[in-house]
């Protein structure tokens, strides 16, 4: 992606999914901004936006994490707010196994607490290993994790799809996680 949509991105990630305040935006429940509001909060701040570049942002975002209401009118993040915010997302029974990508430094703590959401509203998880893969490689040397999602879901675990795809639960114990040195059993 271009240097200015990844600039946006990155602009946007903070104030859609992080900290409003920072440009005095207010989202809905729904972490839902008004776009002409956003543009303007976005302009006190120094930031150019405009409707175009916002759009660009949202189509070319390889992982989606940006939508747009059908009207154009608001936008939102897809998931990865550590804001109190609803995505009106209803469970849905999850694959036999999904995936947790992470640096290789953070296995040994992950054995001992499981994996928590820390600042944000939910664990994240893949579909596949290569995603994880790549999420992981941001933090160090990756390692994908396989999530038994199946065994968790038959044992009342809930788990959400977001609008991009990403598979979003509150916690994985360490008992459903296969690490890199385990054999693949569910």
Sequence with gaps: MEKHLVRTSKFLSLVLRHNP?????RL?????????????????????????LLREVVEKNDKKRFALSEDG???????????AVSLDLDPVE????????????FTESIRESGLV?????????????????????????PVALVIKAGRMHEEGFQFF???NGVWLTEK??????????????S
Excluded: C
């Excluded at 305040?21 to 935006?25: F, N, P, S, Y």
């Excluded at 909060?41 to 150019?48: E, I, L, T």
């Excluded at 509203?121 to 941001?138: F, I, M, P």
């Design 94 to 105: 999850p694959p036999e196994f999904l995936y947790h990508g992470t640096a290789s430094r």
């Design 73 to 83: 009118l608001r936008i939102r993040a897809s998931q990865g707010h550590s804001i």
């Design 161 to 163: 799809l977001s609008a």
């Design 117 to 141: 959401r820390g600042r944000r509203n939910h664990v994240h998880l893949s579909k596949d290993e290569r995603t994880a893969v790549s999420v992981g490689q941001r933090h160090g040397k």
């Design 21 to 25: 305040q920072t440009i005095g935006l």
């Design 172 to 185: 994985v114990p360490a008992d459903y996680i296969i690490f890199p040195d385990e054999s693949f059993t």
């Design 28 to 52: 809905d429940e729904g972490g839902w901004a008004r776009v002409d509001e956003l543009i303007a909060r976005a302009r006190g701040a120094r930031v150019n936006l405009t409707e175009e």
